[in-house]
């Protein structure tokens, strides 16, 4: 018997290639690493954070694909390495720089230098990794679950902040009951199919099709809701407003970049498996599109009268995340490819903006309304460009990162002849042009009201800010005129 | 031969009297006003569904049942009420309130019905396409089903297994910060005060 | 009801009735009530509604991928339950309530 046992790990572990798992390990022993040096080092939370940004750099390099086309499975086909799969990992592990740069004197103005902070943050990292690498049902779940439970406590990391700690109650409750929809969608798959892997999965689906199994057919509806909760999606998105103004703006940095980009990584993974599958499942089709419409329609309408600019970028964020999902409806690769590109230029414009709002916010973020912006342009005239910038390129304005992106975006919708999604989602994309622009408008064209306004002398734009800026400023720029060969490069990836 | 026909003649009986009880104690845990009443009624669901498991023949899940759930996060939820020293809420019926709940009721009835009009053919009928596996009763019964569940755990889900540590891990990180963040709030607090009293 | 369903023998139908059942009752205190503790054990009685649907599955099909996927359902409940308790007990220190409807500091 313990022979048997002996030959059979044997087998799990020589088939595999630890190799292939490098990116994760390194991250989830780094995090491991940082929880060790936050209890013994003096200057635990500086020295965290150079050690996280080491760690993930080393992470980055280990994650670049070397060949292409290759797709190997390891763990009882528990995990797969691919292309898309390392472009993931490549977007996390930048998300995870750029937000560690975005922290460290945000949260120390905040007092709020929880040395455990960045343990925290590469633990939902590597959760992420997990994710857009697992091969299983099983793999997604766990791999969800850790990252939830890093957020929930990163969200309430300012334990002198109340709203700090409401929004990890909201966060905490709803992501629970989303859990609980994914599990039993889960179940239910595995019910109707016997397996929880995903190439078992479409298998059933390709020799049984769908309308054979109303089981399966439910299951993969409740997967679909309780991951539309976790990456609000309009109706699902009721507690994003809440959580991403109370919890300190880095976190919100990352929850409006990171877990979004591991959830839709899953769901292209999981979704598109299905796209030979005949007949397609009319009603499911229907859903995936009436979800990216009102997801479009209402993050913006909620985003058009908002004062608080981090509501505002939350409710934005919506706004964006239904665009990704019009690519979603097309079940082309090229909307994969369109995809990533747009995720990439999200996440620099996206932390960009919030680099800027972390070195001006004040008071736990309580002066970032949009009319504390009035006259910034006077007093910090290049703070008030580059913010315009990143604003210009959230909006879809040519020849920044933003319109290529949204470019792409909406040419895979039209090649999937789906005109009238793309037209919504053009004009969408005008309409949101207004808020973005009126932050422009207060910071250009109005005179600032002494007394209520931010007076912008203790504005200290230290050396980690200027490099997330400068970095997220460049791409913004050179990708956005010479977008070409990036999505060529993105347009290898097969799923 | 003997034993075997009592069971199956007894095992309805069990079933009904075992799944009403979880029923009725998951309603209990709603409509009772006490957090405290909604807990110990949630550890009699538990345990009712650890009958339900022994009933299905899976000893090692019923096991982890009472020893997890009932055991440890029921003991640990009802520690942190009786340490807060909740009152029972107070059930103000506002109007709100009842539309909100109407409306969800409403939902998950038509979900229930829904998904038994799925059933109308009985579960077996659309599990007949899965793939079966090869661990059945009479094995688990020859092998054990402990040791079974463990080489399963130990191989096939390995790094599910591994990937649960860090989990665990997380979260005992996790509660140390908000802890830590809860004493040192207290202990501000406390400062406040003395320093006040001071000035006094 | 059901027409597969024969009151006398039990089969998967009875244990996957009686986890919609309860997945339906944990949903509706979910939706229903507004003491954040007692939210957070009606998502247990979720949780445990599926459990009892994966292993019903699992015995149907002579498979434990059921089974051990409840193992750690269980144990992300576990970590789940102590991060939550530990976020409520600071909610508590600082509003002196557990209501849902009075967590409201945020408004746009």
Request: charged share 10%.
């Amino acid at each position: 018997m313990n022979d048997m046992i002996s030959t059979k790990l044997n087998e799990i572990l020589a088939t595999n290639n630890f190799g292939l798992l490098a990116p994760h390990l390194i991250v989830s022993i780094g995090a491991v690493i940082l929880m060790l040096v936050s209890v013994m080092s003096r200057n635990a939370f500086r020295n965290n954070a150079v050690l996280a940004i080491a760690i993930l750099c080393a992470a980055f390099y280990f994650a670049l694909p070397r060949d292409l086309a290759q797709t190997v499975t390891a763990f009882n086909s528990m995990v797969l390495k691919d292309f898309f799969s390392s472009v993931e990992i490549l977007l996390f592990t930048l998300t995870g720089i750029l937000v560690v740069l975005i922290s460290h004197n945000y949260l120390k103005k905040r007092s709020t230098d929880i040395p455990e902070y960045y343990s925290l943050l590469l633990f939902a990292i590597s959760g992420m990794m997990f994710m857009a690498s697992s091969a299983d049902l099983i793999m997604v779940y766990i791999g969800i679950e850790v990252l939830s439970v890093a957020l929930y406590v990163m969200a309430a990391i300012d334990t002198k902040d109340i709203n700090s700690t409401e929004a990890g109650i909201k966060y905490f409750l709803m992501s629970v009951f989303a859990s609980a929809f994914l599990l039993f969608g889960i179940a239910f798959i595995y019910g109707s199919v016997g397996s929880t892997s995903f190439s078992a999965i479409k298998d059933f689906a390709m020799f049984n099709g769908f309308n054979s199994s109303h089981f399966l057919y439910a299951g993969v509806l409740l997967i679909l809701a309780g991951m539309a909760f976790k990456i609000s999606l309009a109706p699902f998105h009721l507690w994003t407003p809440d959580v991403y103004q109370g919890a300190p703006l880095s976190v919100t940095a990352f929850l409006s970049t990171g877990p979004k980009i591991a959830v839709f990584a899953f769901l292209f993974r999981f979704f598109y498996q299905f796209q030979n599958v005949q007949p397609y499942p009319e009603l499911l089709q229907d859903i995936v599109v009436a979800l990216a419409v009102i997801t479009m329609i209402v993050g913006n309408l909620l985003a058009l009268n908002q004062e608080d600019v981090k509501r505002m970028l939350a409710f934005s964020s919506v706004t964006h995340m239904g665009y990704v999902m019009t690519a979603f409806t097309t079940h082309s690769t090229e909307a994969v490819s369109s995809a990533m590109f747009y995720f990439t230029a999200y996440i620099f414009m996206n932390l960009g903006s919030f680099a800027l709002l972390s070195v001006i916010s004040r008071d736990n973020d309580k002066n970032l309304n949009v009319e504390n912006f009035k006259g910034m342009a006077a007093k910090k005239p290049l703070l008030a460009f580059l913010f315009m910038i990143f604003l210009l390129s959230l909006a879809g304005i040519p020849p920044m990162i933003g319109f290529a992106a949204k470019f792409f975006i909406f040419s895979s919708v039209i090649h999937a002849h789906m005109y009238l999604l793309a037209i919504i989602g053009i004009l969408n994309s005008a309409v949101s042009a207004y808020y973005y622009l009126r932050i422009i408008v207060n910071m250009y064209l109005k005179t600032q009201n002494e007394d209520t306004g931010n007076n912008f002398k203790e504005i200290n734009f230290a050396v980690p800010e200027i490099t997330v800026v400068a970095i997220s400023f460049l791409a913004v720029i050179f990708l956005g005129l010479q977008p070409s060969f990036l999505i060529q490069w993105l347009s290898k990836i097969v799923i | 031969m003997e034993t075997s026909s009592l069971i199956t003649f007894i095992k309805p009986f069990v079933f009904y009297t075992f799944a009403s009880l979880a029923v009725i104690s998951a309603i209990m845990v709603i409509v009772s006003r006490n957090p405290l009443n909604s807990a110990v009624m949630l550890v009699l669901t538990f345990f009712s569904i650890a009958a339900v498991y022994a009933l299905m023949g899976s000893e090692v899940i019923a096991v982890f049942q009472i020893l997890v759930y009932a055991g440890a996060i029921m003991v640990l939820v009802i520690f942190v009420i009786m340490f807060l020293n909740l009152r029972p809420s107070n059930l103000k019926i506002q109007f709100n309130h009842i539309i909100r709940s109407g409306i969800a009721i409403v939902f998950m009835l038509i979900m229930f019905i829904a998904t038994m009009s799925l059933l109308t053919e009985g579960v077996p009928f659309y599990m007949a396409n899965a793939a079966k596996g090869d661990i059945t009763q009479a094995v688990l019964e020859s092998q054990g089903a402990f040791q079974l569940f463990s080489r399963a755990l130990f191989t096939e889900y390995l790094l599910p297994f591994e990937l649960t540590s860090l989990l665990l891990t997380v979260a005992i990180i996790g509660v140390v910060v908000l802890i830590r963040g809860i004493t040192n709030t207290v202990a501000t607090k406390k400062e406040n005060f003395k320093t006040k009293g001071d000035g006094k | 009801m059901a027409a597969g369903l024969n009151v006398m023998e039990i089969t998967q139908t009875h244990y996957i009735v009686l986890s919609v059942l309860l997945f339906c009752i944990g949903a509706v205190g979910v939706l229903v009530r507004r003491n954040a503790i007692v939210i957070f054990l009606c998502v247990e009685i979720m949780l445990n509604a599926v459990n009892i649907a994966l292993v019903a599955f699992s015995r149907g099909l002579d498979q434990n991928r059921g089974e051990v996927f409840v193992f750690f359902v269980i144990a992300v409940a576990a970590a789940e339950s102590a991060i939550g308790l530990s976020l409520l007990i600071l909610l508590y220190r600082q509003k002196r309530t557990l209501d849902v409807d009075e967590i409201n500091s945020l408004k746009g």
